[in-house]
């Protein structure tokens, strides 16, 4: 009798229906038609597909990809938290101190706000289209002030 370590090292067991590449069994199953269709295929309208409102799912590049452009939204609201925080002293001798605190708030918050919403509203469209939007805001929400004062001494 084979021990418990050693069916990792064979490859009897393959049939098993509980393993997840294992063929399903040809067992029709039957769905109940929902009281949105019914109602529909007796005026003589077609009902809608349920998966044309699911949203697409993302290939493992497309996922790695956002989860990229996450960590780059994420460096961005970083960089604008420090760049605000460089400038305070030097934004007080021209506008209201509560006036660049909630600025400083809102400029850290865009990033995270932009990449949000692009997933928000992307989800059924292409994945090309939220590729370039990702980077369209990559690129208008750099963080100016910190590019140009730095994290200083």
């Known amino acids: 009798m084979a021990s418990r370590d050693d069916d990792a090292l064979s490859w009897d067991g393959d049939d098993d229906p509980t393993l997840v590449g294992a063929a399903a069994p040809a067992v029709p199953v039957r769905v109940p038609q929902d009281a949105a269709a019914a ?7 077609t009902p809608a597909d349920p998966d044309d409102s699911a949203p697409a799912t993302l290939s493992n590049a497309a996922l790695v990809g956002v989860g990229v452009f996450g960590g780059i939204y994420l460096l961005l609201a970083i960089g604008w938290f420090i ?3 460089r400038l305070q002293l030097i934004a007080q001798l021209f506008v209201d101190p509560a006036a660049h605190t909630a600025a400083w708030i809102l400029a850290t918050l ?3 706000a ?11 469209r292409p994945s090309w289209l ?4 990702l980077v369209v805001g990559a690129v208008v ?3 100016w002030p910190f590019l140009m004062v730095g994290v200083g001494a």
Do not use: C
């Not at 109602?39 to 309208?45: I, L, M, V």
């Open 39 to 45: 109602p529909a295929a007796d005026a003589g309208e």
């Open 83 to 85: 760049g605000g925080s």
């Open 110 to 112: 865009a990033p995270v």
């Open 114 to 124: 932009w990449y949000a919403t692009i997933l928000l509203l992307t989800r059924a």
């Open 130 to 133: 939220r590729f370039a939007l």
């Open 141 to 143: 929400l750099v963080p």
